[in-house]
C-alpha cells in the first residue's frame, strides 16, 4: 500500500538516513561557497564530491534500513504508516477513511465558452 501525499510529507526527513545524507549535502555546498569566494579551484571540486558523497550515504543507509521505511519495507519504530495500519488487528477503517469519490461538473454551454464566460 502505497502512502497518501500527507502520510509522505509528515515522515518526510524524519531518519537517521535523511539528516546524514542532508549534513553531508551542506557540508559540501559549504566547501563549494567557500571555494568560490576564495577562487579554489580544487575545494570546489571536492565541494562537489562530497554533495555527491551525501546523496550515495543517504540512499545507502536507507537500503540498510536506517530510513523511513526498514530494510523489510516496513515503517521503522517511531514511524506510524500504513503497512503497520494493516498489520494491527485493532486498526479499523472508519466512516471518515472513505475515498473521496469526484464530482461530476457539467460542461459550459459552447456559446458560453466561446465567449469565456
Known sequence: MTPTHSEAMEKEGKSIAAWTGVSVICLGSLLGCIAVGINSKWL???G???IVLGVASGKVLAMMG?????SDGRPRDGHDGPAAAATDPSAHAS????PVT???VP????DQAAHGH
Open 44 to 46: 570546489f571540486a571536492v
Open 107 to 110: 460542461a459550459a454551454p459552447a
Open 48 to 50: 562537489c564530491v562530497v
Open 66 to 70: 536506517l530510513g523511513v521505511y526498514g
Open 95 to 98: 466512516a471518515d477513511s472513505s
Open 102 to 104: 469526484p464530482v461530476d
